[in-house]
């Protein structure tokens, strides 16, 4: 059953990569959002002369604010029907393929961020697989993202995961039907 559910088509996916996008540059209002939003004052990513002090040429992006912002696009919205960044939303599944699950992201920091710095990004699918889980026999659709800076290091990279089930309801009516 997994060799018939992960087809030629859904296997051709793996190995896509989108090409380069410039994200809009995180502000100071930004930052001051963030802050306000999470109440996390660390003087790094408030203070420049904190900053030089520790070691930096200036302020640093709080990493969570880097590591979410060119990835959160609200569900339902056209950004996200059309962001060419996320290939997993691109990919064709069986219809019945609509309960949609976070099943788990690693990332990895790995330069600092300044406060202005222009970021890049880039996706792609590193692994489809079906496994049997709670909910049934899933897909998971793995995808590596990248933020890049100006020079295009690598700053972040993170491994994200989405499991992808049948839809209870859609099966419901499919056995209505019969």
Partial sequence: MTDSLITAELRAWIGR?????????????????????????????????????AGYRSRLLPPTLVGWVPFSF??????????PTDLRR????PAEYANVRNAGSE???????????????????VDIVARQGKAGLGIYISQEEQVLNAQQQIVLRRRHTTAVFPD??????QKADI
Avoid: C, H, M
């Fill in 90 to 93: 691109q990919i064709l599944l």
């Fill in 107 to 125: 990332t990895e920091w790995l330069q600092p961020v300044y406060l202005g710095e222009q970021l890049s990004t880039q996706s792609s699918i």
């Fill in 168 to 173: 209870k309801q859609f099966i419901g009516a």
């Fill in 74 to 83: 609200r569900e339902g919205t056209e950004r996200a029907d059309s962001e």
């Fill in 17 to 53: 990569t989108t090409p380069l996008r410039q994200v809009e540059i995180i502000s100071a209002a930004d930052v001051r959002r963030y802050v306000d939003a999470t109440g996390d004052t660390n003087p790094l990513w408030l203070d420049d002369d904190f900053a030089r002090s």
